[in-house]
């Protein structure tokens, strides 16, 4: 297969997330836990989609090739759900507690980055790895431009989602759990994750290991996310 015509199978995979996602969130309610997480997420990748078509994304081969990969692991997992099948356990919490009363939009769409950052960028990126024939240090500037995008991610949640200065009070525990995670360290653990992966990737039962342990990790921190909170 050419360049372009690689390009172009990337580019239409790109597509068939958004539409995905499009599809998702005419499908769920709107207070849904997972359609709160996806409405930010659908702005996020229809911005990555409109950089690639215009080229502003350096490879742009390889920077489809991790935005399809990074988002199908979120989309396998809500598929996972709605068929009775386990999903990984980095979005359990998140589907378990979706439809909680208890629980703010703004808890669910912090617990779905956590999960898609924490867990699903760093094997999305061993993915790319794998499909490219390249090495994590090969596809760095992607990852980080990525990275650009997620930082808008956060902004997005933040200001669709957080009350106004003068609801959020220094004792809602709101502002607690937002002051308690931290984008850019989950972005940089997922990087050391996906470098430690490709590391281990001839030895499997390592590996995995390491990914069951990496996901219940994660899974952890999204479920005190989303502990109800009072009005």
Do not use: K
Not at 22 to 39: I, M
Not at 85 to 109: I, K, N, S, T
Not at 176 to 189: F, M, T
């Amino acid at each position: 297969m050419a360049p372009s015509e690689q390009l172009t199978v990337a580019v239409d995979s790109v597509d068939t997330v958004v539409s995905r996602m499009h599809a998702l969130d005419a499908a769920l309610p709107a207070r849904d836990g997972v359609a709160v997480f996806n409405r930010v997420y659908l702005a996020v990748t229809e911005a990555v989609d409109r950089r690639i078509d215009a080229g502003t994304l350096g490879d742009p081969r390889a920077a489809a090739t991790l935005g399809v990969r990074f988002a199908e692991r979120y989309l396998d997992a809500v598929d996972a759900a709605a068929q009775d099948r386990r999903p990984p356990a980095c979005w359990r919490p998140l589907l378990h507690f979706r439809r909680h009363p208890g629980v703010r939009p703004l808890q669910f769409a912090l617990a779905g980055v956590n999960a898609h950052i924490g867990h699903d960028l760093a094997l999305a990126l061993v993915d790319t790895c794998h499909a490219l024939g390249c090495e994590p240090a090969d596809l760095e500037d992607e990852f980080d431009r990525v990275g650009e995008l997620l930082v808008a991610l956060e902004e997005r949640v933040r200001e669709d989602l957080m009350p106004g200065p003068d609801l959020l009070q220094i004792a809602d525990p709101l502002t607690h759990l937002l002051g308690s995670w931290s984008l850019e360290r989950a972005r940089d653990a997922s990087w050391a994750a996906a470098r430690a992966l490709w590391a281990l990737r001839r030895l499997p039962d390592v590996a995995g290991e390491f990914t069951e342990r990496l996901d219940a990790a994660v899974g952890f921190a999204g479920r005190m996310m989303l502990i109800p909170l009072p009005d």
